[in-house]
């Protein structure tokens, strides 16, 4: 078990441009998370699945943003047009239904907005 | 709404001094709590857990935290410092009535331990 990966690990973009970032869960974990972490800040919650079924989202997630987890596997978070407000550590996280909320987390995906 | 507050955003100690980093949420309902732990460039690893039962919780590397209920409290300690403890430490809550899980933390502690 290599644990939670996300890709890529940093990214920098233009204003305006789309960017789309990949999360990959523990293999056996059924719930998957999205977190947006800004310096100093500790991190937000902006989204989670069960399966391939996302159940719930933050008045955070604007329409420029979207998540997917097509197959209950690896899931996919996109903002289009991107603002400089975008800018922050995207944190992705899986856990297992039945073992009380204990998430674990990857290694963040930090944007660049310029 | 659920919240979190860590008192004190930067707290330094000595190598082998007490550590305390001191952690309030605001619920009508005692929530699930957590602390974790934040390296530089890293993601986040929990540190320990409280959901039900002995109020004092034992977490990894030495530290341990306790539920007071009466203080809406979940402060964080270890008895003696290690410079490798030097992180931001974050602790979270989630709502027992959310069948979700999400986490919703505070804005965490940063911990600078000098030798």
């Known amino acids: 078990d290599t644990g939670v990966s996300q890709d890529p690990r940093h990214k920098i973009t233009k204003r305006g441009q789309n960017v789309t970032f990949r999360c990959d869960p523990i293999s056996e974990h059924n719930r998957l998370y999205w977190y947006r972490q800004t310096l100093g800040q500790g991190p937000e919650f902006l989204t989670y699945?069960?399966?391939?079924?996302?159940?719930?989202k933050s008045r955070l997630l604007s329409d420029r943003f979207s998540a997917e987890r097509p197959k209950g596997s690896f899931s996919t978070l996109e903002i289009q047009r991107t603002e400089q407000g975008d800018s922050a550590m995207y944190l992705c996280?899986?856990?297992?239904?039945?073992?009380?909320?204990?998430?674990?987390f990857g290694p963040g995906t930090r944007l660049t907005v310029t | 709404a659920q919240s979190v507050t860590q008192l004190g955003s930067h707290v330094s100690v000595s190598e082998g001094a007490l550590v305390l980093l001191r952690c309030n949420y605001s619920?009508?309902?005692?929530?699930?709590l957590f602390w974790y732990v934040q390296y530089p460039n890293q993601g986040l690893q929990l540190l320990l857990k409280?959901?039900?039962?002995?109020?004092l919780v034992k977490g990894i590397n030495g530290f341990e935290a306790e539920f007071k209920k009466s203080e809406t409290s979940f402060h964080l300690t270890k008895p003696s410092a290690h410079m490798s403890d030097a992180a931001e430490y974050f602790c979270a809550v989630s709502d027992r009535g959310n069948q979700g899980g999400k986490l919703i933390f505070g804005q965490g502690t940063e911990l600078s331990v000098k030798p």
């Open positions: 699945f069960q399966n391939e079924a996302q159940l719930e």
């Open positions: 619920s009508s309902v005692p929530p699930y």
């Open positions: 409280y959901t039900t039962g002995a109020t």
């Open positions: 996280a899986s856990s297992l239904t039945g073992v009380i909320y204990e998430q674990y």
